[in-house]
């Protein structure tokens, strides 16, 4: 079954609480829907060493994946700050699991923008053809 977009969001909205980013103070939550319609969620965690920070995109995926999911159909990720456009490892790590036609869904403060995975990452890399 396909979840209502809005509760999606809703979801996220409250997942924001639960952000660690006290470096860029950018707050992310995701949420990832499988083809089953369960519903997996993350959060952006920073760290004082940067480069080990993970995004709330790559936070949801792990923890489902975690879970032996493996066929997803779209994910909404939220901030109350500014747009948040998925980063380029985390479209990577989208198109290790899901199709081109994965949706990903953005919701910023002042608009939502909706994407394929294919859009935002053309090219993936892919050792198998
Ligand atoms: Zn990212």
């Known amino acids: 079954m396909e979840n209502d977009l809005v509760r999606l969001q809703e979801i996220a909205e409250k997942l924001i609480s639960s952000c660690y980013c006290p470096y860029s103070e950018f707050h ?15 959060v952006n965690v920073e760290n004082s060493s940067y480069g080990l920070a993970i995004c ?45 036609d994965f949706q990903i869904v953005v919701v910023g403060p002042e608009e939502t923008r909706t994407f394929t995975l294919v859009q935002l990452l053309p090219h993936r890399f892919k050792i198998c053809p």
């Open 56 to 100: 709330a995109e790559r936070s949801a995926l792990f923890k489902a994946v975690s879970e032996g999911i493996r066929d997803f159909r779209r994910i909404l990720v939220y901030s109350p700050d500014d747009l948040p456009i998925p980063c380029g490892a985390c479209r990577q790590v989208l198109a290790e699991f899901c199709r081109e």
């Open 28 to 42: 992310v939550a995701a949420v990832i829907e499988d083809t089953n319609g369960k519903l997996h969620f993350g």
